[in-house]
Structure formats: structure tokens, C-alpha cells
């Protein structure tokens, strides 16, 4: 089978697509044939080596797959041949106490697919059967490989480490990114008030047609004092971030008192420092949120299916031109997921 490999780390990386030999599934495990997969900010850290560990290369990036199960291993009995997957992208071990409460998200021997173990973009991809969830028929597989990994980050943020109230005002960072483009949806759903940010005129149309009502352009340097007027100085209840930096200091000069900022993300910087005297005097929560639990991957597929919540797609690329879809997400200049169909 054809694998689009990574095989030297660099801003661009090399990439080759190879002829590999059949996944063969292990105990526990089902080959999924690869329909679509989603590219997200943690493939190109992968790509560039900025991963916090060292990871052995070559290695086949994509965490956000959907597919068809083409076989399984001995033991999986609650799936079969033929059925429509997307897997769960944090793999977890199904046994620690965190995971026997449903929050895979917090694992003790948490993986990365596409990261710690060859992913998507190739083929066929064997993961363990506990990482897959079922795709309803109504979702199909590009929708699924543009929602699975942001999408439900984004619910995991929205529903699970935060909770939205009707009526809150929300400010949702970054709108064009999966993360943001869902963030907004999500939160509009649950009836909430939505400003969100663009660097583009492009971008800020986008964030308009998901739902916002006020959007904000992120390059004048005045943007949290625009929160602050359009909430008549009150600040809003909730800022979802994922960006850090210099951009989530400037989340807690927006945020109303009682206020929360949920982040789940560091690509402009992982070191900040903000000013703590406001932050405890306005009774304020800063809350890390990383990857999924399996409810949050189940809820968006749902959603998905009711038409609740719809995928912004840039663009698709064939498994050989790997290395330019890579290339597209890191221009920033894609609006919505990029894809990769093998
Ligand atoms: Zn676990």
C-alpha cells in the first residue's frame, strides 16, 4: 500500500510517498481503509520536529481518519468488514482510571496517531478498536475527516471543560481555523451571543456565515477594547483560545467578571505571563483543554448528521501531493480544514 511518509523534519519537511507492506491488525485492532483524513496544526509540528519528544522518523502523519474497516484482529467482535469508522485520534488505554470514567482525554499511557504510531495518510491504518466510533450514514467521509479532530476538540471545550449557558456572550478566537469555525457553530447552537476574530476580510466573512454576530479584525492592536464596547464594557462569559502567545493575555482583557478562558492550544507561543491581580479579583478561570473524550467525538458526528454543525473544507489533496496540503496550512492562507483523500 502507498504511505505519504515524513522522513526529514524541516519548515518545509521532506515527504515521499513509499510503498509499504499491509498494515496486519493486532490483537485488539481493525485495518481501517482510508477515505479521508483531516490535517491539522499538530501534523506540521510534527513535520518541523517541534514536538515537545523526539519522534523516530520515517512516520506516516494524519491522526484525523475516516474510513471502512478492511479487517480485524483476534478479539474485536463489536466491529466487522465493511463498516463506516472515524477514529478517535488521542489513542488511550482503556484501563486507567481516567479512561474508566470516560475521560480518554486525560489518559496515563495516552497516543498520538499519526505521531507516536503511523497514521492516516496513506491506505490503510491499523488502530485499536476502541478508538473507533461509528460514522452515521448521513455524515460522509470528508465531513467527518474536517470535524473529527477540531470539531470535537472544540465540543470537548464548549461542553465539557467549559459549559455554555443561552444568552452568555462568547468571544471565539481564530475563526477560520477547525477549531474556531466549530467553536462558533457550537456555541451559537447552544444559544449563545457570538464575536469572533479575522485576520482577513475573507476570514471574517466566514466567521459572519457560521454565526457570529460581530467580527473583529485581529491585526489592530484595539481588538479587546471592540469586546469590551460591543458588551457595553461588561466583557463576555466566554473566550475560547487555542492560539497563546500574546493573543490570551489579551483573552483576559475581554472577559466579564466570573468570566472563563478555555484554551487549548500554544501555536503562537507556549509562554505567557498576564496580569493575576484582575484575574482573582474578577473571580476568573483559566481552563486547559486537551483532545477529546469519545462522548465529544460522538456528539459532533451527531450534529454533524442533524446538520448542526457542517464542515468548512479548503481544499483536497491526493495522497502524492501530501507535502502541498502541508504546505497550504502553513501558509495560513487556507480557509477551513485541508484534506488529503488516498
Ligand atoms: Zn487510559
Known amino acids: 500500500m502507498k504511505a505519504a511518509q515524513l522522513i526529514a523534519n524541516g519548515t518545509p519537511g521532506r515527504f515521499e510517498l513509499r510503498e509499504l507492506p499491509e498494515p496486519q491488525p493486532a490483537a485488539g485492532e481493525a485495518v481501517v481503509e482510508v477515505r479521508a483524513c483531516g490535517l491539522n496544526r499538530l501534523d506540521l509540528w510534527l513535520e518541523e520536529g517541534g514536538l515537545p519528544i523526539q519522534i523516530p522518523l520515517p512516520r506516516t502523519p494524519g491522526g484525523e481518519v475516516s474510513g471502512i474497516i478492511s479487517e480485524v484482529g483476534s478479539g474485536v467482535t463489536t466491529w466487522k468488514r465493511g463498516d463506516r469508522v472515524a477514529v478517535q485520534s488521542n489513542l488511550f488505554c482503556g484501563e486507567c482510571e481516567f479512561c474508566?470514567?470516560?475521560?480518554?482525554?486525560?489518559?496515563?499511557r495516552g497516543e498520538l496517531l499519526g505521531?507516536?504510531?503511523?497514521?492516516?495518510?496513506?491506505?490503510?491504518?491499523?488502530?485499536?478498536?476502541?478508538?473507533?466510533?461509528?460514522?452515521?450514514?448521513?455524515?460522509?467521509?470528508?465531513?467527518?475527516?474536517?470535524?473529527?479532530?477540531?470539531?470535537?476538540?472544540?465540543?470537548?471545550?464548549?461542553?465539557?471543560?467549559?459549559?455554555?449557558?443561552?444568552?452568555?456572550?462568547?468571544?471565539?478566537?481564530?475563526?477560520?481555523?477547525?477549531?474556531?469555525?466549530?467553536?462558533?457553530?457550537?456555541?451559537?447552537?447552544?444559544?449563545?451571543?457570538?464575536?469572533?476574530?479575522?485576520?482577513?476580510?475573507?476570514?471574517?466573512?466566514?466567521?459572519?456565515?457560521?454565526?457570529?454576530?460581530?467580527?473583529?479584525?485581529?491585526?489592530?492592536?484595539?481588538?479587546?477594547?471592540e469586546v469590551r464596547k460591543l458588551t457595553n464594557k461588561r466583557g463576555v462569559d466566554l473566550v475560547v483560545e487555542h492560539v497563546g502567545g500574546d493573543v490570551l493575555p489579551k483573552c483576559f482583557e475581554c472577559l466579564a467578571r466570573g468570566g472563563t478562558v478555555v484554551t487549548c492550544g500554544a501555536t503562537a507561543g507556549r509562554d505567557i505571563s498576564f496580569k493575576l491581580w484582575p484575574f482573582f479579583v474578577k473571580q476568573q478561570r483559566l481552563i486547559g483543554s486537551y483532545g477529546r473524550n469519545r462522548n465529544d467525538l460522538v456528539a459532533t458526528l451527531d450534529w454533524a448528521a442533524a446538520g448542526k454543525l457542517q464542515p468548512v473544507i479548503d481544499s483536497i489533496y491526493p495522497l502524492d501531493q501530501a507535502a502541498a496540503a502541508f504546505a497550504k496550512l502553513r501558509s495560513r492562507a487556507a480557509l477551513g480544514k485541508v484534506l488529503v483523500k488516498p
Not at 115 to 125: H, L, P, T
Open 100 to 108: 474508566k470514567r470516560g475521560e480518554e482525554s486525560l489518559c496515563l
Open 115 to 225: 505521531v507516536n504510531r503511523d497514521g492516516g495518510f496513506a491506505d490503510r491504518v491499523a488502530v485499536p478498536a476502541r478508538a473507533l466510533v461509528s460514522l452515521p450514514d448521513a455524515v460522509s467521509f470528508e465531513t467527518s475527516a474536517a470535524l473529527t479532530l477540531a470539531g470535537s476538540t472544540a465540543m470537548h471545550m464548549l461542553t465539557d471543560r467549559a459549559q455554555v449557558r443561552a444568552g452568555d456572550w462568547v468571544l471565539v478566537i481564530g475563526a477560520s481555523s477547525g477549531v474556531g469555525s466549530a467553536a462558533i457553530q457550537i456555541a451559537k447552537q447552544l444559544g449563545a451571543h457570538v464575536i469572533s476574530t479575522g485576520s482577513t476580510e475573507t476570514k471574517r466573512n466566514l466567521a459572519k456565515k457560521l454565526g457570529a454576530e460581530f467580527v473583529l479584525d485581529s491585526t489592530q492592536a484595539d481588538w479587546p477594547a
